[in-house]
């Protein structure tokens, strides 16, 4: 993949433009100290009260968890992302304790917050020369059991980590998609004072 050609309509760091969900992988083996630095970034992000409701459960490719976190994407996924070179499940915790309690709550941003660390852990992988894929196509129910998820967490979503690849190793309909995709202006997300789109 070459460089992108994305513009953004004010100025930000070229992360934010270098960062892509390709499907295409390399297959190559992530050390488990690189997928680790990726989810200690993931670790900093924000949280309301500090509850920190995220949780990862992580795969890295050629070891003893790598077929169960597979068969918990749809066909769809599994068919590019078996040369991903780790998987990771999201779950977010549905209650926490807030600072001066002792008994945990119901969290209403506990989605909220774990996507904020899906972001966090998506730019450290773009800044160490990977790439990760964000897919809510996975079987929640199997993922529950399969993977020991109890009550009182949510599965939110599967990434895929791995080094871009080429995109000829993909279906011909998929090969057409893997680019850098564009947004919408910000004039179609952003309003001032009221919802007004």
């Known amino acids: 993949m070459g460089k992108h050609t994305r513009k953004a309509e004010h100025p930000v760091s070229e992360i934010f433009l270098e960062r892509w969900s390709p499907r295409a992988f390399t297959g190559e083996e992530i050390p488990e100290a690189a997928l680790l630095t990726i989810l200690e970034a993931a670790r900093w992000a924000p949280s309301a009260y500090n509850m920190q409701p995220w949780r990862f459960i992580y795969a890295r490719k050629g070891t003893a ?4 976190l597979l068969a918990v994407l749809n066909e769809f996924n599994q068919s590019w992302a078996r040369s ?7 779950v977010s915790a ?3 304790t807030p600072p001066g309690k002792d008994q945990a709550v119901p969290n209403a941003s506990h989605s909220f917050d774990t996507g904020a660390a899906w972001g966090f852990l998506a730019l450290q992988a773009s800044l160490e020369g990977w790439q990760a894929h964000g897919m809510a196509g996975i079987d929640r129910d199997k993922a529950r059991v399969d993977l020991g998820v109890p009550a009182g967490y949510r599965i939110e979503a599967a990434v895929a980590i791995g080094k871009p690849g080429d995109k ?4 011909e309909a998929l090969q057409a998609r893997e680019v850098y995709s564009p947004r919408q202006p910000l ?7 009221r919802f007004s789109f």
């Open 94 to 96: 549905e209650n926490g």
């Open 187 to 193: 004039a179609n997300i952003v309003a001032e004072g």
């Open 168 to 171: 000829s190793t993909l279906p």
């Open 65 to 68: 968890h790598w077929d169960r």
């Open 84 to 90: 991903a070179s780790a998987l990771i499940v999201v």
